[in-house]
């Protein structure tokens, strides 16, 4: 059987929310409209469920190959459709380091093995992620690379941060930038502020972020270049990237659940769950992330997603991992704190997870319309549940949500037609 007939979902176009049924036929959505009828379809009841264009992750860890034990492609690619997530792109920094065709190779390969979601390797700017000699970009791309960074390990040489962009460029790519200048963070562990004193832990000001930024943002303008930002945290930064935009610089940037649900008040209980890079900033942060959603200045949402095994976060503070398990609590938090919070409508929140990501990245999908791709995610934004991440499908349990309570429970998610997840299975 290869439809599938979504009866009576609320769906999340782009011109609206609207009451329809959607029939899916290999591969692709068919038609949209009132009382369609497929006799040889299998048919999801989807009253009471909103219909979503598939999820697209563009900034992800999943690990493989070299940390198995935090996370591999098959474990990773289960959790995204646990969460909604029909695409992601994984992070090179792994080993070895993604950064030629035949580790590129691999993990597409073992991501169609896997059969889940669609998973796209992002390859290293440079060789080792050393920041010294670039890669080869053009027989990563040709390998099914989607973009290229040196994710938590940004080149700090300018010189060959432009010769990356130019380059990628030159292949009708884009260059993420995880913007952090280290010299500055020093070994802090959290933000520089009121809750670092009171912890005793050493703090990493907002210059150290915001500095790079400015930097990317100078040299997208300088070179009439395109550029990414990765997971901004900061009012400072997000203000940067606001008025880089008035003026026409071709920047964009993300940012994640954390950095707009959670501030630095919660390192003070010294659960290493919160430790993340960037850190958690202060509530001027977190308004300013928000309105920098609402008013198009961050265009996606991301989760990061950073999965570590359990003895690498249950240790002393500034001995512990950074990063959070996200991709399986990304959309639930979204929900709560965007849509039900009145910061976004549904459409700017398919748009901030789905839309914007595949449009910056060149990816088919993220958009629920006639001939596009039958990647799809329906949810019960009426459930309400407590996260636990007991529950957790990812091998990464690592997360400060255990036990909040978020709106917003996955029920399907259909990649290319086909049901990956059903929650009642």
């Not at 004193?197 to 790079?212: Q, S, V």
Request: charged share 25%; proline share 4%.
């Amino acid at each position: 059987m290869n439809a599938i007939l979504i009866k009576g979902g609320t769906a999340v176009l782009p011109e609206g929310v609207v009451l329809c049924d959607l029939l899916l036929k290999d591969g692709k959505i068919v038609r949209i409209g009132s009382a369609l009828s497929a006799p040889d379809a299998q048919v999801i009841d989807a009253r009471g469920l909103h219909v979503f264009p598939g999820l697209i992750d563009m900034h992800v860890h999943l690990r493989e190959p070299g940390y198995e034990y935090k996370e591999d492609i098959a474990s990773g690619s289960a959790a995204a459709v646990h969460g909604g997530f029909t695409q992601v792109c994984c992070m090179p920094n792994t080993d070895p380091v993604c950064d030629n065709a035949a580790v590129v190779s691999y993990i597409v390969n073992r991501g169609r093995e896997v059969g889940l979601c669609k998973v796209h390797p992002v390859g290293a700017m440079t060789v080792g992620e050393k920041g010294e000699r670039l890669s080869e970009m053009g027989k990563m791309k040709d390998a099914g690379a989607v973009a290229f960074s040196d994710d938590g390990r940004p080149v700090a040489d300018s010189r060959i941060l432009r010769l990356a962009m130019e380059y990628a460029s030159g292949f009708g790519m884009l260059t993420l930038s995880h913007c952090e200048d280290k010299n500055l963070v020093d070994g802090g562990v959290v933000n520089e502020g009121y809750n670092s004193t009171l912890a005793g832990l050493k703090g990493i000001p907002r210059a150290a972020e915001e500095i790079d930024v400015a930097r990317v943002i100078l040299l997208a303008e300088t070179l009439g270049l395109r550029a990414h930002i990765c997971h901004v945290s900061t009012r400072g930064a997000v203000q940067l990237l606001r008025e880089a935009k008035r003026r026409g610089v071709r920047v964009t940037a993300e940012t994640c659940p954390h950095y707009f649900t959670l501030t630095d008040d919660a390192v003070t209980g010294f659960d290493a769950n919160t430790k993340v890079n960037p850190p958690l900033r202060e509530a001027a942060d977190v308004a300013a992330i928000k309105e920098g959603l609402a008013d198009g200045t961050l265009d996606c949402i991301v989760t990061d997603h950073a999965p570590h095994h359990a003895d690498e976060k249950n240790v002393e503070y500034n001995l512990a991992a950074f990063g959070i398990s996200g991709i399986e609590t990304s959309f639930a938090l979204s929900y709560t704190a965007l849509v039900r919070g009145g910061v976004l409508t549904l459409e700017q929140l398919a748009e901030k997870m789905s839309t914007a990501p595949a449009r910056i990245l060149g990816l088919e999908g993220g958009v629920l319309r006639e001939g596009a791709a039958a990647d799809i995610m329906l949810a019960d934004l009426a459930a309400a549940w407590r996260i636990d991440p007991k529950q957790f499908v990812s091998k990464g349990k690592n997360t400060p949500f255990a036990g909040t309570q978020v709106y917003g429970e996955v029920k399907y998610t259909i990649v290319d037609g086909v049901i990956k997840f059903a929650a009642e299975k």
